[in-house]
């Protein structure tokens, strides 16, 4: 008959070496010192969580989020001290969240019923400009300061128009952002004010879109990615130009099918780190390459090894076995959940309710992971079952 031995609480778990077969691996960005990568990843089952790790996208691998939702488009301050990015999908239930950069000390920022998403640091560190709904269902830009207050809007589009995926200048003076009707969008720039708004990119027909961009070390160029040779839906490629969107540099050659995305330039040794899927593979990987578009070298994969749950114990919480029901009992407030992991820290369940059953459970050991009202990792249990 299969049994339980009881729990061990945990403050730190380190995963055993293991892989998770296919997992996608996205949205990658550079600290300030040139030394971290910040990326989304699917690879403990389920959402996209943010994790950072080495340049080589596996050493000192530490999972920074942990919610039910996907947490997307990090984005690190200019003193590499805070992230922000967006929780949940494009949708009215996707908000703007801070944190610290090793994941502690996550705060909330907007919290309302309508999209907002995309940030990103202005260059002193003071504000975030990021992308949002008004009155209507399409995105407009926004700023506010580093509590959520001070909300200002800066463009005012009718009808389905799209201004999205704002960025500050590397000195600050201007905001570039895409901008167009739907599935045409392009580049542009505008004052901080939201004034003087000029195209960067030409306007394109329905299909063509540019976005993902970044700057140069040097603030003498602008990368993105665009469908320009592609088609729409089809792909897209890498582009360096200059930063009044002139003197196109074409880095990547995609066949159809071939995705060559959001790429960020490395602000020290100009390295460039970029997503990349293919309709062949059918996810997405993180590959470094040279400014020129040469020597592309995988980084990411699916190990689970060496990721750090940072987080407290929380005496309140508490899981016990009923082997003759063959159930798990658990103790929690309302409103928290848990999550079950096997030793390949592949996802289980996920549930909301007082009592597991585990008569269908393999034996072996399991991770508990107790997560709060807020999404927020509160404490890990091991049990095994025998």
């Not at 699917?42 to 080495?54: A, C």
């Not at 996920?350 to 404490?379: H, N, P, T």
């Amino acid at each position: 008959m299969k049994t339980f031995l009881f729990l061990i609480a945990i403050a730190f778990l380190l995963m055993p070496v293991s892989v998770q077969g296919v997992c996608n691996n996205l949205f990658a960005t550079v600290s300030p010192d040139g030394q971290h990568l910040y990326f989304c990843s699917d690879r403990h089952g389920g959402n996209y969580e943010i994790y950072s790790s080495d340049l080589d996208g596996k050493s000192n691998l530490v999972r920074l989020t942990h919610s039910i939702v996907n947490n997307l488009y990090p984005n690190v301050s200019p003193d590499g001290s805070k992230i922000v990015f967006q929780r949940d999908d494009y949708g009215s239930n996707a908000e703007v969240f801070i944190m610290n950069a090793d994941g502690s000390g996550l705060i909330q920022l907007t919290n309302n019923s309508i999209y907002d998403g995309y940030p990103h640091f202005s260059p002193d560190g003071l504000k975030l400009v990021f992308d949002g709904w008004d009155t209507e269902a399409y995105p407009e830009i926004f700023t506010m300061d580093l509590n959520g207050n001070e909300r200002t809007q800066l463009t005012n589009f009718p009808g389905a128009d799209w201004q999205c995926s704002p960025m500050y200048s590397p000195e600050g003076d201007f905001i570039y952002f895409s901008i167009g009707y739907n599935a045409d969008l392009h580049l542009a720039r505008m004052d901080v004010t939201g004034l003087n708004i000029i195209d960067i990119t030409p306007p394109n027909p329905f299909g063509i879109m540019e976005f993902g961009m970044s700057f140069s070390p040097d603030a003498n160029h602008i990368i993105f990615s665009t469908m320009e040779w592609t088609g729409y839906n089809n792909g897209c490629d890498i582009v360096v130009a200059d930063m009044l969107g002139n003197n196109w540099n074409r880095l990547t050659n995609a066949v159809s099918g071939e995705w060559f995305h959001s790429p960020y330039w490395n602000p020290v040794d100009s390295m460039l780190y970029y997503s990349y899927n293919n309709s062949a593979l059918g996810y997405w990987q993180i590959y470094e390459m040279t400014a020129s578009g040469t020597d592309a070298t995988l980084l990411t994969d699916c190990f689970n090894v060496g990721v750090q749950e940072n987080h407290l114990t929380d005496n309140n919480l508490s899981a016990y076995p009923v082997p003759l029901m063959n159930e798990l009992n658990l103790s929690m407030p309302a409103g928290y959940h848990v999550e079950l992991y096997d030793v390949l820290g592949n996802l289980v369940i996920r549930s909301y309710e007082d009592k597991i059953d585990m008569a269908s459970f393999r034996s072996g050991f399991y991770f508990i992971r107790f997560f709060d009202r807020s999404g927020m990792l509160v404490q890990t249990l091991k049990v095994c079952r025998r």
